[in-house]
């Protein structure tokens, strides 16, 4: 089992992510935007403090997923980092790839499978608890 913190600022699409991933086992945390996102890291216990993997909205008002990426970073988040986003209609690969050059381990495009996330998460955690 993995904890996710999920930052997105749609509530119905994060409703959704949020069930589908609790129920294929996973922990969440939700947050709406990356000040929340902060907090909500800030507010864990120190044994719960690292997340095993984030996922971040690319479009979001006041600071977007690349701030987002860079602020996580910047407090120590080593976690792996999947961008998403569906802002994009006509090149969705284009704002994925920056984001990947920016920070982020993994991106997918709205709508996704969400067992391609499923699996990409599991991946992660797995290489992340290897020695």
Do not use: Q
Not at 25 to 50: F, K, P
Not at 67 to 96: F, K, N, Y
């Amino acid at each position: 089992m993995s904890h996710i913190l999920l930052i997105d600022d749609d509530p119905e699409f994060s409703a959704a992510l949020s069930a589908e991933l609790r129920y294929a086992g996973h922990r969440i945390t939700c947050a709406s935007s990356c000040a929340e996102g902060l907090d909500a890291l800030s507010l864990l216990s120190e044994g719960e403090r690292g997340v095993d993997a984030v996922l971040v909205d690319m479009f979001m008002p006041e600071a977007d997923g690349f701030e987002t990426i860079h602020a996580l970073r910047d407090i120590g988040i080593d976690a792996p980092v999947i961008a998403i986003s569906g802002g994009c209609s006509r090149r969705p690969d284009g704002v994925l790839n920056w984001a990947r050059s920016l920070g982020a381990d993994a991106a997918l495009a709205k709508p996704f499978e969400i067992d391609r996330l499923i699996t990409l998460v599991d991946r992660m955690h797995g290489e992340a608890a290897a020695p």
